[in-house]
C-alpha cells in the first residue's frame, strides 16, 4: 500500500535501519510511538508532538529539557537511542 506523507524538505535523508535517529521524521510523521498516542490521542497520523527545530525534527516531549525520571521514561517510550526501526521506504524528490 502506497502512503503519502509530508516531509521538510530540509530534513535529513532517512537512516537504514538500526542506524542511529538523525531526525528525519519519517517514522513520527507516519504513525505516533507509544508516547505519541497518548499525547495525539490516535492511532494514526502524524505524531502532534513532532517538531521541526530548522534543521531536524525532534520529539515535542523532549524539549524544554526534562530531567531526572521524567526524561528517563519519555526517552524509553520513543525508544531514543535504539536506533530507526522505521522500515518504510521514502521515494526521492521529483
Same mark, same amino acid.
Given at each position: 500500500?502506497? #502512503?503519502?506523507?509530508?516531509?521538510? +524538505?530540509?530534513? +535529513?535523508?532517512? +537512516?537504514?535501519? %538500526?542506524?542511529?535517529?538523525? %531526525?528525519? !521524521? ?5 504513525? /505516533?510511538?507509544?508516547? %505519541?498516542?497518548?499525547?495525539? #490521542?490516535?492511532?494514526? !497520523? ?7 527545530? !530548522? ?9 524544554? #529539557? /526534562?530531567? !531526572? ?22 521515494? %526521492?524528490?521529483?
Amino acid at each position: 500500500m502506497k #502512503r503519502v506523507i509530508e516531509i521538510h +524538505p530540509d530534513a +535529513p535523508a532517512k +537512516p537504514a535501519v %538500526g542506524q542511529p535517529c538523525n %531526525g528525519c !521524521g519519517v517514522c513520527c510523521l507516519a504513525e /505516533p510511538c507509544p508516547l %505519541g498516542v497518548v499525547l495525539s #490521542r490516535r492511532l494514526k !497520523g502524524a505524531c502532534d508532538a513532532l517538531r521541526w527545530d !530548522g534543521a531536524r525534527y525532534v520529539c515535542g516531549a523532549l524539549t524544554g #529539557r /526534562p530531567s !531526572g525520571l521524567r526524561a528517563w521514561l519519555v526517552r524509553r517510550w520513543i525508544s531514543s537511542g535504539s536506533g530507526c526501526d522505521c522500515t518504510l521506504e521514502v521515494a %526521492g524528490k521529483p
